[in-house]
């Protein structure tokens, strides 16, 4: 079974903190991904990773950055964190190569991150 | 970049009755389309995908269509039970093979059951 794991389920930090987010999947996949999911706005890309060190933007990645160090492990960086960056945060990975289910997306559970 | 309209953002449907919820989406160069289905508090699962090679696919109770040409694809559920009560996204990515591509979801719809 596939594990992706997200370091905490509930955050609260203040405005101008910087925040950690981190990811961790158990099954040697390539690629991850950070998602957030608004009420009404479905999920939305942020950052993605094809391999370790390389990163890519997805559709909103202003005021976000991220950091791949190891393949297993995959963090989202919040600078200086904003009100407006409340949010349910989803960490995805997929296998990559040319395994069958090369395409599905595993989430991890979700952390919930309130700014206030 | 890509845009995928989801409709309707809520259906409900007696038990036993069928679902259909309709995706659009504006790059002509994807050609992956997932479904996501969501339950209260659990993380999003891959219920069903199709690639545009392929029209139509399905799996027991759910299937998928796809028109590559009008650009949208719908999802089909068939004898609908309280089980299938979630929310639902639809995704659409290029597919240049790999997984490495991010999706780009729509909105979702939230299917209500009623007993």
């Known amino acids: 079974d596939v594990k992706v794991t997200q370091s905490s389920r509930y955050l609260v930090k203040r405005t101008g903190e910087k925040v950690f987010l981190e990811c961790v999947q158990d099954m040697d996949h390539e690629n991850m991904f950070w998602y957030r999911q608004d009420p009404g706005l479905g999920l939305r890309l942020i950052y993605f990773?094809?391999?370790?060190?390389?990163?890519e933007k997805g559709d909103i990645p202003e005021g976000y950055s991220v950091s791949r160090e190891k393949k297993e492990r995959f963090s989202l960086i919040l600078e200086s964190a904003s009100t407006n960056q409340t949010s349910m945060y989803l960490c995805?990975?997929?296998?990559?190569?040319?395994?069958?289910?090369?395409?599905?997306?595993?989430f991890g559970p979700g952390t919930r991150l309130t700014v206030l | 970049g890509e845009n995928v309209e989801q409709h309707p953002s809520t259906l409900s449907v007696q038990e036993g009755d069928s679902a259909v919820i309709k995706c659009t989406y504006s790059?002509?160069?994807?050609?992956?389309f997932p479904w996501y289905k969501q339950e209260l508090g659990k993380r999003p699962q891959l219920i069903i995908d199709?690639?545009?090679?392929?029209g139509e696919k399905k799996d027991q109770r759910i299937a998928v269509t796809l028109n590559k040409t009008a650009k949208h694809f719908s999802l089909h559920i068939t004898e609908t039970q309280p089980e299938d009560s979630a929310v639902y996204f639809c995704a659409a990515s290029p597919y240049s093979g790999g997984g490495a591509d991010g999706l780009t979801f729509g909105k979702g719809t939230h299917l209500i059951i009623q007993p």
């Open positions: 995805a990975s997929t296998p990559g190569g040319i395994t069958v289910s090369y395409n599905e997306q595993f």
């Open positions: 199709i690639r545009s090679n392929v």
């Open positions: 790059d002509s160069a994807s050609n992956y």
């Open positions: 990773s094809y391999d370790v060190k390389m990163k």
